[in-house]
């Protein structure tokens, strides 16, 4: 949910910055989860003023440009070459001088210099509009209306909107809290400020011309249900500032009315829904189940089949609008509408989320309806839009309130008791204080004794329905870092940790892959049910549907961490990120013969250059190698040794390299295959190595043995094989690990070769073996024993050619 930090400010005088407000809002429940600054005009037209346009004539080398000089403050003018057809003399106008940089509404930004343009000097910039982020509008320069002096900052003139916008990761029980109006209530809470209602003292009825009836036939599903009409609108583009506050949150801008309905969800988190009054035929709306199979189209131009559980708008004919979830394609608000019919309602969350999860439609109106709105600001609401749309779009109010609410919502109580209080809490807290706090959050106290009291709960807050619930509210606003650890407290009430933490396992693990450059990526669970059906190492049968899923493309739960991340690749690719070295740590889920599965994954994935551009050394393209040498890393850190590496291919990971231990697999590196990287849209080979981070956590934590460091020196010697192509390294690594494998502790491939000195099917490596006695010194004799009989497996088993 994002929240604009400066429409806070409108509803609550707050005197705190944006990030000490973030603070405090996660220490009350409402997690911010960051915060990102807005810009309604992109560089806020830093750098660029307002210029007098002193001379104009034609560019004495070319016939579509002009030649001016410009006032633009200084003690000098400066003389600018201008493209654009209407420049005149005398014109204030829009000046981007030498050092200054400008952001195109397309395009890159441009940092303003000093060019010779058909050889005539050019000392700055006269702006259209889409050249300064302002609009699309590139017919012409903007000409100001303006008695600002020479010199002066366009913001200046314009007051662009800068705000902060919040991200709060909502928790699904507070659906009170999903608007300003409903923050600033936990704010007030916090900081005693009161919250500022917007007025609709000024609303009045203008007339009684266009009455419409509402009967509500299912008052379970429709507790209570408001509306007006308002006729004689102009459906038009909202003026600026509502534009800017729809935007800052992350909405485009629509129409006037439908705009100020947006306004007025996010305001008071009250869903709102206009009608053209003309299309309601019988000026009649009946609020109504409708038959099953019944089809009914909506905004969207689907055709969808109701159930008998779905609540319906309609008309004295036919179904309008799935009540609280979508609008229908005919009845909406369109450019030729006149007359408008405003609804502002109560919907049973349990008929909402129904109806939502069956269409597969998610909406702000249903994410609200379905979690439990306020029944009591309906008629309130729709006064506020009322007064809106009268500024915004003319008309006049043409009916008198309808509100059907014939049986009103009645509040919750709940019994508290003070001792309860101080058991949960872990602290004795003022009974003063438990009662302020309480009436901050609109809790009423009553039947009040030495032992307790009765809380009355207003209705918004659906999700007090406890004692418990109340003293978690009570400690949120408290602050659970007023309560203090007790001086009593011993070793017996703290959670014995086993020496072979798995988590501080993954900490070493982070620590490791963040120091040798890798970013941390952390990836949804939920993802595209696509991969498993085109991709035949997976199956389509082993995957976990989503049953309120909230799009196809998050439909089920994922089979493996890769495509996930291939998407986070994708992603940085497209933002010009182009040299990436990701891991994430994370869940797969499948079922799999009627049980469902969880297991941990770890995925590394690389792609682009090796390192960064450096003049020391050419740039190189990250390879196999490059990966492997990161695993080894790895298994090093946490000591497994006995891998059996086995080269595999499979639909995925293509030329790639599986090590077992134990006859199973431990992980599987290598490229990405053509396929997935088509499927993922990515054009740069990628290099990924997929472990079973559940085996390698259960490898890692067996017993260690530990034991000093050799005292006695290592050897190395080096041996060049020439061998078939067929060969592997992991070929020769087995015999050596059959042969030799109590004094032989490493072997490497320094150097390869393929070329014209050698047959066409041969290749040549340069090896070195590093040989280690542990419990004496290694004799040259014993050392050449080694290597002999290395030699001679090498030329009899792999038909190698040893070169001197």
């Given at each position: ?14 005197d ?5 407000l ?22 806020g ?6 210029g ?23 003690q000098?003018?400066?003389s600018?070459?201008?493209g ?38 050019s ?18 320069i903007?000409?100001?209306e ?19 916008i919040?991200?709060i ?13 409903g ?23 203008d ?8 009967i509500?036939?299912?008052r379970?599903a ?18 600026r500032w509502l ?16 705009d100020?309905?947006?306004y ?5 988190g ?6 053209d009054?003309?299309k ?13 199979g ?19 708008i ?6 309008m ?13 369109t450019?030729n ?7 502002s ?17 998610k909406t ?6 379905e979690?439990?709105?306020?029944p ?42 003070y001792?309860?209080?101080?058991r949960?809490t ?6 003063e204080?438990?009662k ?5 959050l609109?809790?009423?106290?009553q ?13 918004y ?15 949120r ?9 007790s ?11 086993p ?7 993954e900490?070493?693990l ?6 040798i ?17 085109e ?8 995957d ?5 899923k909230?799009?196809?493309?998050l ?7 890769l495509?996930?991340g291939?998407e ?16 994430e740590?994370g ?9 469902y ?18 003049w ?5 393209r ?12 790895i ?10 590496l ?5 639909e ?40 079973d981070?559940?085996?390698f ?30 060969v ?7 015999i ?31 090896m ?6 542990k419990?004496?010194?290694?004799t040259d004799?014993?050392i050449d ?9 090498f030329?009899?088993?792999l ?6």
């Amino acid at each position: 949910m994002k929240i604009s930090y400066r429409w806070l400010k409108e509803i609550i005088d707050i005197d705190l910055d944006p990030d000490s407000l973030g603070k405090l809002l996660t220490n009350t429940g409402l997690e911010v989860e960051g915060i990102e600054k807005y810009e309604e005009i992109k560089g806020g037209l830093e750098g660029l003023v307002i210029g007098e346009v002193i001379t104009c004539v034609k560019h004495p080398n070319a016939d579509h440009l002009s030649l001016t000089t410009v006032d633009i403050g200084l003690q000098r003018q400066v003389s600018i070459i201008c493209g654009a057809p209407n420049v005149a003399q005398g014109q204030k106008v829009v000046v981007a001088p030498i050092g200054a940089t400008i952001h195109p509404v397309t395009g890159e930004t441009v940092r303003i210099k000093n060019t010779k343009i058909r050889g005539e000097i050019s000392e700055g910039m006269i702006c259209a509009e889409d050249e300064i982020g302002f609009s699309n509008d590139h017919s012409g320069i903007m000409v100001l209306e303006t008695d600002m002096p020479n010199g002066t900052p366009v913001s200046e003139y314009f007051l662009p909107l800068n705000d902060f916008i919040f991200e709060i990761g909502l928790t699904p029980n507070r659906s009170d809290a999903m608007s300003h109006i409903g923050v600033a209530r936990d704010i007030h809470a916090i900081t005693g400020k009161e919250v500022n209602w917007p007025s609709v003292d000024e609303f009045k009825v203008d007339s009684h011309d266009l009455p419409i009836q509402v009967i509500v036939e299912n008052r379970e599903a429709c507790p209570r249900y408001s509306g007006i009409t308002i006729s004689g609108v102009i459906i038009q583009e909202s003026p600026r500032w509502l534009k800017n506050k729809i935007r800052s949150i992350g909405l485009t801008p629509i129409n006037n009315v439908v705009d100020i309905t947006n306004y007025i969800l996010h305001e008071m988190g009250q869903p709102l829904h206009a009608f053209d009054a003309d299309k309601i035929t019988g000026q009649k709306v009946l609020v109504k189940t409708m038959s099953a199979g019944s089809i009914f189209t909506t905004l969207d131009e689907v055709e969808r089949k109701l159930t008998d559980q779905d609540l319906m708008i309609c008309n004295a004919d036919e179904g309008m609008c799935i009540a609280g979830v979508f609008g229908g394609i005919k009845s909406g608000v369109t450019q030729n509408t006149k007359n408008i019919f405003l609804e502002s309602a109560y919907f049973s969350p349990d008929y909402i989320r129904r109806t939502a999860l069956y269409h597969e439609l998610k909406t702000d109106a249903s994410f609200r309806f379905e979690r439990g709105t306020d029944p009591e600001i309906t008629v309130y609401a729709l006064k506020r839009a009322a007064i809106l749309i009268k500024k915004l779009a003319g008309g006049t109010i043409s009916s008198e309130i309808i509100d059907v609410y014939p049986s009103p919502v009645i509040p919750f109580e709940v019994q508290v008791n003070y001792q309860r209080i101080n058991r949960l809490t872990g602290k004795v807290i003022p009974i003063e204080e438990i009662k302020n706090i309480l009436e901050l959050l609109d809790i009423r106290i009553q039947q009040e004794d030495a032992e307790g009291f009765l809380a009355i709960i207003p209705p918004y807050r659906s999700d007090v329905q406890r004692e418990a619930d109340i003293i978690e509210e009570l400690l949120r606003i408290y602050g659970y870092d007023n309560i203090e650890f007790s001086e009593k407290i011993g070793s017996d009430f703290l959670a014995e940790f086993p020496v072979k933490d798995p988590w501080r396992m993954e900490e070493k693990l982070i620590d490791l892959l963040v120091s040798i450059g890798f970013i941390e990526i952390q990836t949804n669970s939920l993802t595209s049910p696509r991969y498993a059906a085109e991709i035949p190492l997976f199956d389509s049968d082993h995957d976990i549907k989503i049953l309120n899923k909230i799009s196809e493309d998050l439909g089920v739960l994922r089979q493996s961490l890769l495509f996930t991340g291939m998407e986070v690749i994708a992603y940085n690719i497209r933002h010009r990120q182009r040299d990436l070295k990701f891991f994430e740590l994370g869940k797969t889920y499948k079922q799999s013969a009627g049980k469902y599965l969880e297991a941990n994954q770890l995925c590394l994935l690389m792609t682009g250059n090796s390192e960064s551009e450096n003049w020391i050394r050419p740039i190189r393209r990250v390879e196999f190698h490059d990966l492997y040498e990161v695993i080894q890393k790895i298994l090093h850190k946490f000591n497994i040794t006995e891998c059996q590496l086995e080269f595999s291919q499979n639909e995925i990971i293509k030329e790639g390299v599986t090590l077992f231990v134990n006859g199973k697999n431990l992980v599987t590196f290598g490229r990405v295959s053509k396929e997935v990287l088509r499927q993922s849209d990515i054009k740069q080979d990628v290099l990924s190595g997929i472990f079973d981070w559940d085996y390698f956590t259960h490898l890692a934590l067996k017993n260690i043995t530990i034991e000093d460091v050799s005292k006695y020196p290592e050897v190395r010697r080096d041996l060049s094989l020439v061998i078939d192509k067929s060969v592997t390294f992991n070929d020769i690594l087995k015999i050596v690990r059959k042969k030799e494998n109590h004094l032989v502790r490493r072997i490497n491939v320094f150097d390869y070769y393929e070329g014209d000195k050698i047959e066409k099917s041969k290749k040549a490596y340069a090896m070195s073996f590093i040989l280690q006695d542990k419990t004496r010194t290694l004799t040259d004799k014993v050392i050449d024993k080694t290597m002999n009989h290395l030699i001679r497996t090498f030329e009899y088993e792999l038909g190698a050619i040893i070169r001197k």
